[in-house]
């Protein structure tokens, strides 16, 4: 480029280590894939052990785990993970089937968080205890509300006419903003609440350590699939 010249500038979102020739590198490609399909396990795993250790219908509360398990380890993480072209079962569909796909677990996932939150009150009002008390409740009304503004950002993108088309590029950072944003939210809590005394009291030893470590494998492979997408990278052309 000459002296005094001026460059421009370009901001294009593409997949981190695409500048660096990792995209075609097979190695890189299989741990991708192998990686989506591990979150895709543990996803559908903590569901299983939750329900399994929870026993749903024993009473109120047995039914506050099981519908957050659902509504953010399955539904959220499903959600997110359909629109990656590793390892998805809908990898094979349109992006206009799977932006409806991605609404329908949001839908879900939104029904599990406010029934698991309404057991919760109900529990604590049958038992009288005191209502958020814990680092893992505070958390969980955290999330909730991150949850509900991603949903708010995804409902301007699913009618676009009730924003400028100007607005439409923004508003689709922000939503995926939001729900990053919110997916590590509800991984911290599902961690918190492994310190509560109704786990500690049933989980104990070297599986307690491996339950606390579980979700941080889905939380890592979302925040890459996330980042990658939407992460400016700068090019400079004269």
């Known amino acids: 480029m000459a002296r005094g010249s001026r460059a421009a ?17 097979w190695l890189y490609v299989w741990l991708r894939r192998v990686s989506v399909i591990t979150a895709h396990i543990i996803s559908v795993g903590l569901v ?3 329900s399994i250790l929870s026993r749903p219908g024993t009473s109120l509360f047995s039914w506050h785990p099981v519908c957050m398990s659902l509504g953010f380890c399955l539904c959220m993480t499903e ?9 998805s079962p809908f990898c094979f569909k349109s992006r206009k089937w799977k932006v409806r796909l991605h609404w329908f677990f ?3 996932l939104l029904v599990f968080g406010a ?12 038992s009288e205890h005191s209502h958020f008390t814990s680092w893992h409740s505070l958390l969980g009304v ?14 301007f993108l699913l009618f676009p006419k009730l924003i400028s088309v100007q607005s439409f590029p923004r508003m689709r950072l922000y939503h995926a903003t939001c729900g990053l944003v919110a997916y590590l939210l509800s991984a911290v ?18 599986a307690w350590y491996i339950f606390f470590l579980l979700p941080l ?5 979302v925040m890459n699939q996330i980042t990658s997408a939407f992460l400016p990278k700068k090019k400079i052309t004269s």
Do not use: H
């Open 142 to 155: 955290t999330t909730m509300v991150a949850t509900v503004l991603q949903a708010t950002c995804g409902v």
């Open 79 to 87: 959600g997110i993970l359909l629109f990656s072209a590793d390892g």
């Open 48 to 50: 299983l052990l939750t």
């Open 115 to 126: 029934t698991g939150f309404g057991f919760m009150v109900a529990s604590k009002n049958v």
């Open 9 to 25: 500038v370009d901001v294009e979102y593409s997949p981190v280590g695409e500048g660096l020739g990792m995209r075609d590198f």
């Open 189 to 206: 809590t599902v961690m918190a609440a492994m310190f509560t005394d109704w786990f500690q009291a049933t989980v104990k030893g070297v």
């Open 106 to 108: 949001q839908a879900l």
């Open 217 to 221: 494998f889905p939380a890592l492979v």
